[in-house]
């Protein structure tokens, strides 16, 4: 079976604290996405990446950065947490291209960032 | 840029009734379209897709069909479960780009 396996379900971290939220796949996917879901707002894309060692920036992509250093790895780093950043993040991969091709998601991280 | 818009929810609907939620979309090209479902406290799982235009996706007894016409992909089932109370999106992508996502829409079966 196809799996997309984020570290946490559950985080909480102070103001100002650097965050690493992790995502591993196991379907040799090229593709990898971060996304953040909030209410009323849907999933907005934060960073994504095509390759190893390769990263474009999303909609959203202040506050955050992220790091792949294998292909099967993704992380996104929240550099200085804030409140605002609070949210649930679903990490993402797919593959070869992206046309017709679906997404496999993980189960999500629900952050509270106090 | 692509963007998707859905009906807002939330949806409320007594078991065996039918569901349509709206789906209407703007891209370059011509893109893929996906609906996907999140169940309480889950990541999202893709339900259905579309490749191009007037295919039917269908999956669990929902459907939709491409309409470039209109450019839509309305989700429908005939008759839904408790078990169908989730959150759903409708998704595009379009080239070479990640998933462009709708706002989701709260779907409520009540017994």
């Known amino acids: 079976d196809v799996k997309v396996t984020q570290s946490s379900r559950y985080l909480v971290k102070r103001t100002g604290e650097k965050v690493f939220l992790e995502c591993v796949q196991d379907?040799?996917?090229?593709?990898m996405f971060w996304y953040r879901q909030d209410p009323g707002l849907g999933l907005r894309l934060i960073y994504f990446?095509?390759?190893?060692?390769?990263?474009e920036k999303g909609d959203i992509p202040e506050g955050y950065s992220v790091s792949r250093e294998k292909k099967e790895r993704f992380s996104l780093i929240l550099e200085s947490a804030s409140t605002n950043q609070t949210s649930m993040y679903l990490c993402?991969?797919?593959?070869?291209?992206?046309?017709?091709?679906?997404?496999?998601f993980g189960q999500g991280t629900r952050l509270t960032v106090v | 840029g692509d963007s998707v818009t859905q009906m807002e929810g939330p949806v409320t609907l007594s078991e065996e009734a039918f569901l349509t939620i709206n789906c209407t979309y703007t891209?370059?090209?011509?893109?893929?379209l996906f609906w996907y479902v999140q169940y309480p406290g889950e990541g999202l799982q893709l339900l259905l897709k579309a490749t191009k235009a007037d295919d039917k996706g269908s999956n669990k007894g929902f459907e939709a069909t491409y309409r470039k016409e209109t450019t839509s992909f309305h989700l429908e089932k005939g008759s839904v479960q408790v078990s169908d109370s989730a959150v759903y999106f409708c998704?595009?992508?379009?080239?070479?780009?990640?998933?462009?996502f709708g706002k989701g829409t709260r779907l409520s079966v009540i017994a």
């Open positions: 379907m040799d996917h090229e593709n």
């Open positions: 998704a595009l992508t379009s080239g070479n780009t990640p998933l462009v």
């Open positions: 891209a370059t090209g011509y893109p893929s």
């Open positions: 993402a991969s797919s593959g070869p291209g992206t046309r017709n091709t679906e997404a496999f």
């Open positions: 990446s095509y390759d190893v060692k390769m990263k």
